[in-house]
Structures are given as C-alpha cells and as structure tokens.
C-alpha cells in the first residue's frame, strides 16, 4: 500500500474558536421540525444525486458496516447496500465528474486509524485502491470524523478532530488539510487550528468564495451538557466564526450533522439521535430543514422567540 506523506502549509491564516470571519455573515441558524428516517446508525454523509434523491453513508449496526441507503427527500429511505471497513466516509465529486471518497481505516503498519482515499464508483458501492493520506490518530480517541469538500478553485480540503495538546474534557480542535492539486491525492496540512474548544463532527454545507457555512456538533461532557449542534461562518473556510447558540434542545444528544442544499439559505441536515443516558445508547437517524441568514431570523420571529437566533 502506498503511504503519502503530509507536510505542513506555511503562510496559511491561523484561525481559532474566538476569531470573526472578515467578510463571510454572522452565522445564525434555524432548524425546523426533525423527521425521523427509521435507521439505525451515527457518522453519516449526504449526497444529492443528479435524479432528486439523497445517498446515505452511515456506519449501522443494521449492515455491520457503513451502510448506504437511497432516501427521497421527504425522508423514506431503503438500504441498498454496505463498504466494510470504511469508517466515518465522506466523498466529493471532483473537477473531472469523477467521485472521491475519504474514510478512516486501520493501518496495519502503524497499528493506528488513518484517513484514506479511494475511488468510489458511480452507485457508491465499490471503493478502489485505498491509499493513506498520512493522517494519523496516533492513538488518540478523541480523532477522526472527516468531512471533505470541493474547493471554489477545484482542489479538496478536508477537516477532522484533533484532541488538544492541553489535554481535559470537550477541548478538541477542527484541524484541516488542502490538497496540492485537483485530483485530491496528495495534502498539505494547513497551518493551525479552524476551531478550537470541543467542537467536533465539522461538516462543510457550503464553499463559495468569501460565503462559506458548516454545521458541527459539540462534544459531549455531561448529562446537563449533551452533544448540540452549531452553525459557522467564513470567508475561505480557515478562519471561522461559530455561533454558540443551539440549534437543538438539552433533552437529547444530537451529533454527525450532514446535509445538501435545497435553495437559497436552505439546507436538508441529517443527524444522529441519542438519549442523554449512561452506557449504552441506541444512535438514530433524523433529517430536518435548516434556514441560515434572513430566512433563519424569519423562523425565530415567527415562532415568537425572545432571543435572536
């Protein structure tokens, strides 16, 4: 297997939890009424496909593996096959129509999980040669959840979760590594942290220039502090301005958001669901409409909110 070394960006912006984007909005959100989707599952990913349906990546005790399922966009889903060994699996479609996955897997020369990169075939069942991208846990548990996105200019970056090197409870940072080209191979790691301060699970819903948006969770800490989901804003997707304010209640823990476009300020979400319970907890699927910006302010006075989103 072909190991690829990543090396380290110099002169990229340095971002953290604190810094305001300079030109992307105030990130605010409004997420309307959940649909549950009858699976079994955490960590998934979404695809819009050309025919109006949504294509599920999610690890599911339902399979054994990561499940993928087809669901209309009213939230009726069937499982239409399964990829062993291909954890937290995210994909883009790249400048060639040509579609790349990025997934964490075990490498067995340093006998910790690392992030590759495979070809995945058109109905997104197949992956092909799996290459290393040489990002590594080096043991940490606090790791992983990628989320890769197509870049405005045609290369791939991708974010996943790195604990602190202070260490302690709900600390982790958002790293992220750009590619060198647009065949998204071969990464350079950017220079400092996109978040920091425990959130976790960074999902990118949109990547244009000077208006980018992500969705991302909160770590878990306590029962009074369950995972809840979180809106950002940005103008190149390095320096990030998140807004602390909820999107979901205390009663559960929400974590792994997805989604896709749908419209102008509009995005479909998907999540995993868990009761705030000790032990073992079954994780759900939900799917839910999110509105940004003006559309989110509409929802919160609609709804006769004292607070702005």
């Given amino acids: 297997m072909r190991i690829l070394a990543i090396s380290v960006a110099v002169g990229v912006g340095v971002s953290a939890l604190s810094a305001p984007a300079s030109a992307a909005p105030r990130p605010v959100g409004y997420l309307g009424t959940p649909t549950a989707l009858g699976l079994s599952g955490a960590s998934p990913h979404a695809d819009l496909m050309a025919d109006g349906t949504v294509r599920l990546y999610f690890p599911s005790p339902q399979t054994g593996g990561t499940a993928v399922a087809t669901c209309t966009l009213a939230g ?13 699996l995210t994909d883009v479609v790249l400048t060639d129509g040509s ?10 020369n340093t006998k910790f999980k690392g992030i590759y990169t495979a070809p995945l075939s058109t109905d997104g069942l197949t992956l092909g040669d799996r290459v290393s991208l040489g990002i590594s846990s080096e043991g940490a548990m606090a790791w992983g959840v990628p989320d890769a996105v197509l870049l405005p200019d045609g290369r791939v970056r991708i974010y996943w979760v790195e604990p602190s090197p202070q260490g302690g409870m709900a600390t982790e940072n958002i790293v992220s590594a750009t590619s060198t080209d647009a065949t998204g191979t071969v990464f350079v790691r950017d220079v400092g942290t996109r978040t920091t301060g425990g959130l976790v699970d960074f999902e990118v819903l949109r990547a244009e220039p000077g208006n980018w948006l992500a969705i991302m969770s909160t770590s878990p800490e306590d029962m009074k502090n369950p ?11 390095l320096t990030w ?4 304010k909820s999107l979901t209640s205390r009663k559960m823990s929400y974590l792994d958001p997805t989604g896709i476009p749908t419209g102008d300020d509009r995005f479909l ?3 995993a669901k868990a009761p705030n319970v000790l032990g073992d907890r079954e994780y759900t699927l939900e799917q839910a409409t999110l509105r940004v910006g003006a559309k989110a302010n509409a929802q919160c006075k609609k709804k006769k909110k004292k607070k702005k989103c």
């Fill in 76 to 88: 009726n889903c069937s499982i239409v096959g399964s990829i062993e060994r291909a954890a937290d």
């Fill in 99 to 108: 579609r790349r996955a990025y997934l964490v897997d075990f490498d067995p």
């Fill in 227 to 237: 995972q809840r989901l979180l809106v950002g804003t940005s103008d190149d997707g």
């Fill in 241 to 244: 301005r998140i807004n602390r």
């Fill in 269 to 271: 979400v998907y999540y």
